[in-house]
């Protein structure tokens, strides 16, 4: 709920207010309900505070307390408050009204540096421990807040974003080339597979599930939180399950509804939304207040080219969705005259680096923008729910039939799957196969096996040898993932934090331009935890993938949606269509760019000049998944960028 920022001098020099001016000034770009600092002598903290939730309505932040001597400044939501209140004794009378940063700092009175383990929540939070003059401060386990920092000497300086911190003289704008070949060489959204870095070189960033602690000798990082495959559940029954989930999840859409404001939620015709939609409509019902959804829909004139199993315009599901859940405001965005080329000096802006969810950037920002007019609070979405509350893919864990011999459930499973899918079930053997056993995928190659065409220069990929640097963190040199096991690659997106970043980073930045924060109870720790905890036999049975939360919205979502299992919502397949009045534009500079050796000492100049080929002949909507039109893309917002530090 705020933007901080902080300085602290260990020589014992006092602050310069030149300096902290600076900071504090270029916050000023946010919109804030309180602008407050603290300082003495050596220390200076600073919050650009938005007031979100109920208890943050005139909160003082920084907050001084006097007899603990202890300072902090927080940008944090917390979850689990009536957790806290127990563990830290908080009194009854005070438990509606104790600030969040005041929980956090009790928790840190209480545990020390063990603080953020008993923490569930979006946070990001600098305490100074005046006793022992030590600086200490965490991120939430998945990063859902950024906090930056630049350490020099006996001068640290750390802020919500990164700008202001270039602000300060001694801090240099220079490009790190180490981030730059990681965002070049890998081809998923993924940024950096080094989580502590950022593309300028001087400015570090704290990662998601660390802790940090300054002080005159060191600066200490070190991780808090390991998220693993938890011990298996074994509950009695299927309707166990179900009922442990609704319970864990319930309780996570509850605490994000925290807001003295409208709460929002993102809505597609899918499973992910429409679960959070639904409990969370439930819950406000209760409280005899209506959900706000956004959904994002194609421009009146755009012409569905994509197959029949596929549907970029979902609004036949989601009416189903809001007819059945009652309780609801529904919005339908088209953004009209938004395009992903139009918004990228925006965007970078915004994100203070490069990006690679173009196609679907203009929306994402039109949804915070929408929220803001309508007195959002809090917008919920289902960002994580693949991976947590409606995982289970079908043919994978059939795979394991197969490979454990268990023919006899196998053709069951593929029997109702194919009723539920269409199509005969022995034609999916051989695929299933090559899930199975991935050595027949290089005997017999899948049609569809594809690879992103490089960005990055090889000369420039070889002086900073990051193949090898990738390779240690399992991806290959087509930039993704060596392993097809999805099992593998799911215990991956929760072990490795580079996964996290890009995502959070947006959140971030957007929530604070809007000053409104977007919440992702599919990302609840309490969720994830459980969902890791859960059998995989409990995820894909009778024929359902993503059976778990199918069979857990019953009541909830239509059946149409819910059991849904032929047609799949594709956002941004648009993106090319909305790009027709810019095309001749969009070339010219993508054809500058080719030429432009000070950018192709980073970039693959015969790939761009190869994708050129066919973008020359006019834009073709039908491209928009073609990975030559994505390239030249990503090597446009990258050429942007690069070009700030020429």
């Known amino acids: 709920m705020s933007a901080i920022t902080g300085l602290i001098h260990f020589n014992n020099q006092p602050v310069d207010n030149l300096h902290y001016n600076k900071l504090m000034k270029a916050l000023e770009c946010f919109p804030a309900d309180a602008t407050l600092t603290w300082q003495d002598e050596n220390v200076f903290l600073g919050c650009l505070s938005q007031w979100i939730t109920p208890e943050s309505i005139g909160e003082l932040l920084p907050y001084y307390d006097s007899n603990r001597q202890l300072a902090i400044t927080a940008d944090a939501i917390i979850d689990n408050r009536s957790e806290l209140f127990e563990r830290l004794q908080i009194k009854q009378a005070d438990q509606n009204v104790i600030t969040d940063s005041e929980l956090i700092l009790n928790a840190y009175q209480k545990w020390g540096e063990d603080a953020p383990k008993y923490l569930i929540g979006d946070f990001a939070f600098m305490i100074w421990d005046e006793k022992i003059q030590r600086l200490f401060g965490a991120r939430d386990f998945s990063g859902g807040r950024t906090l930056y920092y630049n350490h020099q000497g006996q001068r640290f300086a750390f802020c919500t974003t990164i700008e202001p911190l270039l602000t300060l003289p001694y801090i240099q704008k220079q490009l790190n080339e180490e981030w730059l070949a990681d965002f070049l060489a890998i081809s998923s959204v993924i940024d950096a597979v080094d989580v502590s870095i950022t593309p300028y070189k001087n400015i570090a960033q704290l990662p998601p599930s660390h802790i940090i602690s300054v002080d005159r000798e060191k600066v200490i990082v070190k991780r808090y939180c390991t998220l ?102 529904d919005h339908y965005l088209d953004f009209e005259g938004s395009n992903s ?45 693949n991976l947590s509350i409606s995982w289970g893919s079908a043919l994978d864990y059939y795979a394991i039939l197969l490979k454990k011999l268990k023919w006899i459930q196998l053709f069951k499973e593929l029997h109702q799957y194919s009723r539920n899918v269409g199509g005969p079930r022995l034609r999916r053997i051989p695929g299933i196969a090559r899930i199975a056993f991935p050595f027949l995928g290089q005997v017999f190659p899948s049609s569809s096996q594809y690879s992103f065409p490089a960005l990055i220069s090889q000369d420039f990929a070889k002086r900073t040898n990051i193949y090898n640097k990738l390779r240690e963190h399992g991806i290959g040199q087509t930039g993704w993932f060596v392993t097809t096991n999805i099992y593998k690659q799911r215990k991956s997106h929760f072990e490795d934090l580079f996964h996290w970043n890009a995502t959070n980073t947006l959140a971030t930045k957007l929530s604070l331009r809007y000053s409104l924060w977007k919440r992702d109870p599919t990302n609840d720790l309490r969720v994830i935890r459980f969902c890791l905890s859960v059998p995989e036999e409990q995820y894909v049975q009778n024929g359902l993938d993503r059976s778990l939360i199918r069979r857990s919205t019953v009541r909830f979502l239509p059946d149409d949606v819910r059991l849904n299992q032929r047609i799949k919502g594709v956002q941004g397949a648009d993106w090319v269509h909305r790009m027709i009045p810019y095309w001749d534009l969009f070339i010219e500079e993508v054809q500058q760019l080719s030429k432009d050796d000070r950018v192709l000492e980073y970039l693959d100049g015969q790939s761009i000049k190869n994708a050129l080929v066919k973008a020359k002949d006019g834009p073709q909507p039908e491209y928009a998944t073609d990975n030559d039109y994505r390239l030249l893309m990503r090597s446009l917002i990258v050429s942007r960028f690069i070009k700030k530090f020429i």
């Open 228 to 329: 693993t495959s938890e011990e298996q559940l074994k509950f009695k029954s299927n309707d166990e399950y179900v009922e442990a989930f609704q319970e864990v999840f319930n309780n996570a859409i509850k605490s994000r509804l925290r807001t003295n404001r409208y709460v929002a939620s993102h809505l597609s015709g899918g499973l992910d939304s429409g679960a959070v939609v639904s409990f969370a409509a439930k819950q406000l019902s209760t409280q005899n207040k209506l959900l706000h959804t956004f959904s994002y829909i194609p421009p009146s004139d755009f012409k569905d080219y994509t197959p029949k199993y596929l549907m970029p315009d979902e609004r036949p599901f989601i009416h189903s969705t809001v007819q059945h859940i009652g309780g609801i405001k």
């Open 341 to 385: 080329f139009s918004e990228i000096n925006n965007f970078l802006e915004i994100m203070e680096m490069p990006y690679k969810f173009f196609e679907n950037s203009f929306w994402l920002k039109g949804m915070f923008e929408k929220a803001q007019s309508e007195g959002v609070g809090v917008l919920l979405n289902g960002g994580r729910g």
